[in-house]
T-cell receptor
């Protein structure tokens, strides 16, 4: 089993739709969970991070962590064409050690006008 | 807004050749990183660098790789004898200060390395 699994998509939705992006993981020691957005020909850009379980909201974005199920989600409300990008989940045990940071493969999202 | 820059954007090289990938981190940042992303695969940590020495490295970062901060602004990744499997996007990242969390890192736009 891979340490972090993420459906690569592609995922295509109409403008205004609610998008749900998900990752599962196998290492129960992960405590820090991050979502990155990556536009074509650009580096990953941090969208949100959470520590431990629970929800975190920032504008149209909500990050959710369920440690009991080893499952994390990113929800995008009222999706816009500018949200079209690849979304990467990442997680870490310690939060300050890049060697233990694990990325998902990324989900490519297209929001159609 | 300050940003991490990387050059070149695309490098094509022949197998066995040496390549140097360059990064200019954000000016007041102290920790520097290299990651790679093989096409269609996940981003993988290679190495971190602080105070002119390697802090951590992954299993990928073998003797063929080296890093250097030659002049106080550039941060370079050298691959001595490239292999076909080194073809990937290479991202540089930096963090402001000691004790920063990994979510505080800024990524550059990447250099696409193609080994033929």
């Amino acid at each position: 089993q891979k340490e972090v699994e993420q459906d690569p998509g592609p995922l295509s939705v109409p403008e205004g739709a609610i998008v749900s992006l998900n990752c599962t993981y196998s290492n129960s020691a992960f405590q820090y969970f991050m979502w990155y957005r990556q536009y074509s020909r650009k580096g990953p850009e941090l969208l949100m991070y959470t520590y431990s379980s629970g929800n975190k909201e920032d504008g149209r974005f909500t990050a959710q962590v369920d440690k009991s199920s080893k499952y994390i989600s990113l929800f995008i409300r009222d999706s816009q064409p500018s949200d079209s990008a690849t979304y990467l989940c990442a997680m870490s045990v310690l939060g300050n050690n890049n060697n233990d940071m694990r990325f998902g493969a990324g989900t490519r999202l297209t929001v159609k006008p | 807004e300050p940003e991490v820059t990387q050059t070149p954007s695309h490098q094509v090289t022949q197998m066995g050749q040496e390549v140097i990938l360059r990064c200019v981190p954000i000016s007041n940042h102290l920790y520097f990183y290299w990651y790679r992303q093989i096409l269609g695969q996940k981003v993988e940590f290679l190495v971190s660098f602080y105070n002119n020495e390697i802090s951590e490295k992954s299993e990928i970062f073998d003797d063929q790789f080296s890093v250097e901060r030659p002049d106080g602004s550039n941060f370079t990744l050298k691959i001595r004898s490239t292999k076909l499997e080194d073809s990937a996007m290479y991202f540089c990242a930096s963090i402001p200060r000691s004790g920063s969390y990994i979510h505080e890192q800024y990524f550059g736009p990447g250099t696409r390395l193609t080994v033929t």
